[in-house]
């Protein structure tokens, strides 16, 4: 987990074998973010990553997606 000024990030490493329903489950948690994404990381395995904005709109408006890299 990083601290930024304006966000929270949260990464952490995906197994190389997972199952439909764990895959459905990260899904799930990544989509309630602001930010979401899945990476190669350094040592080459996989990165799931998600940035939640600190002062987020109260409104409904806000479209969440994948396409931002912090």
């Known amino acids: ?23 459905q489950e990260l899904l799930a948690v990544l989509e309630a973010a602001d930010w979401f994404g899945l990476a190669v990381s350094s040592a080459g395995g996989r990165l799931a990553w998600a940035a939640i904005r600190r002062n987020a709109p109260v409104t409904g408006d806000t479209v969440r997606g994948h396409t931002h890299q912090l």
């Open 1 to 23: 987990m990083t601290d930024h000024d304006d966000h929270t990030r949260i990464e952490m490493e995906v197994a190389d074998s997972v199952s439909a329903g764990s895959w």
